[in-house]
């Protein structure tokens, strides 16, 4: 592509050189009718622009509490392994160790339904706001993806949770191994974002080459996305209707937010990996502030619902304190770096049209069912019974002093983020 | 707009874009233009953020079927 042929496409301004042109967003869809209906306004707020993080992250907190008073909160991994374990199923290949009553079938899993209508409410999300297509990375990035997504769950089987159920969900409910897994986290984003950066200067043929892009959405008059979406997530709520109102209310509320939450997700670009990330990277502080703000909101409601006996105050409080936590958050960290997605992040972009985040599902539909089969026992069997305990942190601190500890490590966390942000002291770029 | 160099960052997603891009904006001489086409949706909020952070000045963007273009003049 030589430089003549796009400059004449762009040659609005030519005279200018001294003259610094001030940023223009998006000079060329400026073509609006003169009156904005009240419909327009509506549609520019909810997807003209990203949201910002935090108030991602507020809802999504208000959504997970829902889900935890119909039964337990939000959490991600667990679904992906749910539609692994049916895709061996249906193969033939029986997993007897990890399901040895057999395979609950994805319909009645509520958690793979709900990773289901995640995948469905992002991509009606992307499509509302055109910015949905199929983008085919060179095949270095696709590699990238598969490896992530094994290596991902792996970590999310030995560590007993992902990013949200260690982490988005865990924090608020006050698990210590939770904690140590964050901490693990932040080990493995380390070394690969130490990895990426080196592959950039030496192996810069891995992210460039042959790319295309599908169905994307022409920028010049209508198109048919924000009609798409709307069938899409249409249908995504219609599956309600595969169950039963009166004894399945569960499964049906899993499906109705489970959607809500794809949508929010893709509108806000909530990510995790972003979040631990940009502090070796860019150093903003944006996506922090944003998730700190989400799991406050969470802490509160957990918490209520603890002690009002709403829901079983254990939820989230997983057997990995604290070796499990320790091996499965720096390999989860590792692989959701390389990846560019948590399992989670991986689930929206899916639906967005990435396709490297396609074979991070596929990795994970692949790897979770194995190690939960062949890995998870023998690595449990190894370890001693008092390095795979279950933290629950009011067990030790009370409901107050366990609110106190995590309000003062997200302050910690603050601080932190605002201190490298300024100094650049861990920032790559 | 006139530019310099082109860098392609079609098909990425994040954060490739942005390490491509502060690996190109390192080379360039100051005071050229880079020309910037990506198509993830992240890079409209990435790109901008980071400019502004770098010091270096984005000139204006674009959008073109699905593809989003940047340019920027390096500090």
Sequence with gaps: MSNEEIESENNATVEEKAEVMPVEPTPEVVVEPQEKGIFDELYATLFGKSWAMWLGCIILSVLSIGLYMIISPWGSSGGILSWGQNMFDIVGIGLTNSAPNGVTSLLDNRYGMLSITMLIGAMGAS??????????PPKGEMAKGLLGGILMGIGAIIGMGCTIGQFYSGWPALSGGALVFVLCLFIGVFIAVKYLLWEMENHPGLSSGKSCTFLAAKTKGSSLQPLAGVIV?????????LYDGATEQVLIGFVLIGLMI?????RSRFCIVRTLRETFLTGDSEPTQGLIAGILVGMFGFTLIKILGIGDPFSMVAFNFWVPAIVGGVIFGLGMTIAGGCTVGSTWRAGEGHVKLWLALVGLVI???LTAEYIKPAFLDMLPASMQEQMFLPDTFGYGGSICLMLLILTLWYVFVKWNEKTGRLTAL | MEFDETLDCKGLSCPMPIIKLAKAMKKMPSGKVLQMIG???GSKEDVPKWCSKTGNQLLGTADEDGANIFYIRKA
Aim: neutral net charge; hydrophobic residues 65%; aromatic residues 10%.
């Design chain 1, 127 to 136: 499509l509302m706001a055109k910015e949905f297509a199929v983008r085919v």
């Design chain 1, 233 to 241: 997530l249409a249908i995504g709520a219609a599956l309600m209707f």
């Design chain 1, 262 to 266: 794809g949508f929010v997700l893709q």
């Design chain 1, 367 to 369: 790897s979770l069912p």
């Design chain 2, 39 to 41: 198509t993830d949706p």
